[in-house]
Nanobody
Framework: DVQLQASGGGSVQVGGYLRLSCVVS?????????MAWFRQAPGKDREAVAC????????SYADSVKGRFTISRHSAENRLYLQMNSLEPADTATYYC??????????????????WGQGTQVTVSS
């Protein structure tokens, strides 16, 4: 079974940073999978933040986080990261790591991933 375990959330001030981590079991990063981070703020729709094609390392980002967030993977540890810098109150949300077998050439920012971890809360205060 695929299991995803996210951690690293917390409360920070505006302009601060956090690094989210997601430990993966059930497949390895040598397998043909894509992974992504999604987030959902209270009263808002869930949105994709960033995705990565595990094999090639190709990435995509939501416009709202480009230049501030970086998605990366540590293949030896089967771990996915989301480095979040210059955090803003609008980044406050529950963040989820997700995974799916590749079905296209690049990772998808579509909300249809097969596997989801539990959320980790990020709160940015001014």
């Amino acid at each position: 079974d695929v299991q995803l375990q996210a951690s690293g959330g917390g409360s920070v001030q505006v302009g601060g940073y956090l690094r989210l981590s997601c430990v993966v079991s059930g497949f390895t990063f040598a397998d043909d999978y894509a992974m992504a981070w999604f987030r959902q703020a209270p009263g808002k729709d869930r949105e994709a933040v960033a995705c990565i094609t595990l094999g090639s390392g190709a990435t995509s980002y939501a416009d709202s986080v480009k230049g501030r967030f970086t998605i990366s993977r540590h293949s030896a540890e089967n771990r996915l990261y989301l480095q979040m810098n210059s955090l803003e109150p609008a980044d406050t949300a529950t963040y989820y790591c997700t995974a799916e077998p590749m079905w296209t050439f690049l990772c998808s920012m579509y909300d249809g991933y097969d596997y989801w971890g539990q959320g980790t809360q990020v709160t940015v205060s001014s």
